[in-house]
């Protein structure tokens, strides 16, 4: 078996498995009265969430995760869409491993789902990433059940990427009868003051929360919004609407790395449900 081994553990959150363990536990206990666990009865298409550091943003990333695992939805497959950081591989990809591996254990990729997708493939694509590498230990900490992942980096996020990933994702699920779980990482807006940080994101905030990918993607071009995974969120939206007319989606929690340690300039940190 071919296994990713971590890149960021260590940087982004603590390499030890104890540690690790203990820090998402303290994080969850800090927000657990927040969560809008009322949520967790409805039908999950997936979530947006955040990929910093731990310590800046799993107190808005917990907030998905635990209405997850309150939900007691079995989910086949969670596919983790981020943003390709790194400039490696294609303009879309899968990875070529068999398996991640983090310090709270090993997860397959759903390799049968990986194929039927066709898209192109790139090791390097991954190896050096973390905004997709971050969201598996959430996933490991909070559910007891059996899963797989499917990784997908997009380099180029346009509107027509997001329709292609998320016609694929659908076929592929009714093909392989496998209940899926889209997770599209992002963070907000860059080094901005919180003023013009929420300011901006709200405009983004609005079309996520009216469903609407291409609006999205347009608004964060027209107003030089630096949310850094809006083509992964379009994917998820686009998505919803296509296996469901009564799709929703909720804002969980809304923050910046200034609440962590004050700054001037801070990154901007949200997660989402979408939902029916």
Not at 172 to 179: D, E, P, S, T, V
Request: aromatic content about 10%; proline content about 4%; hydrophobic content about 35%.
């Amino acid at each position: 078996m071919k296994i990713r081994k971590p890149y960021v553990a260590g940087k982004f959150y603590p390499s030890n498995k104890t540690e690790l363990h203990n820090l998402i536990s303290e994080i969850r206990k800090t927000e657990l009265v927040l969560i809008k666990l009322n949520l967790a009865k409805y039908n999950i298409f997936g979530g947006i969430v955040p990929h910093a550091g731990y310590i800046y943003s799993a107190f808005q990333a917990v907030h998905f995760f635990e209405i997850l695992k309150a939900s007691q939805q079995k989910f086949d497959t969670f596919i983790i869409i981020n943003p390709n950081h790194t400039g490696y591989g294609k303009e879309i990809s899968l990875d070529t491993n068999d398996a991640w591996k983090t310090p709270l254990g090993i997860t397959e990729i759903d390799t049968e789902f990986n194929e039927l997708l066709n898209l192109p493939k790139s090791e390097e694509a991954h190896k050096y990433e973390h905004s997709g590498e971050v969201i598996l230990p959430f996933l490991q900490y909070s559910l007891n059940h059996n899963f797989k992942i499917v990784p997908i980096t997009m380099s180029v996020q346009n509107y027509y990427n997001a329709q292609l990933i998320a016609g694929k994702l659908r076929m592929a699920a009714l093909k392989l009868n496998r209940k899926i779980c889209i997770i599209a990482s992002s963070d907000f807006s860059h080094y901005v003051s919180p003023e013009e940080g929420k300011r901006k994101d709200e405009k983004a905030i609005s079309e996520i929360l009216n469903l609407n990918p291409e609006k999205l993607i347009n608004t964060i071009k027209k107003n030089h919004i630096s949310m850094c995974g809006y083509g992964p969120v379009a994917v998820l939206l686009e998505y919803a609407n296509s296996v469901s007319d009564n799709s929703k989606a909720e804002i969980l929690k809304y923050g910046n790395s200034g609440e962590v340690y004050p700054s001037e300039k801070v990154v901007d940190y949200a997660s989402f449900l979408i939902y029916e």
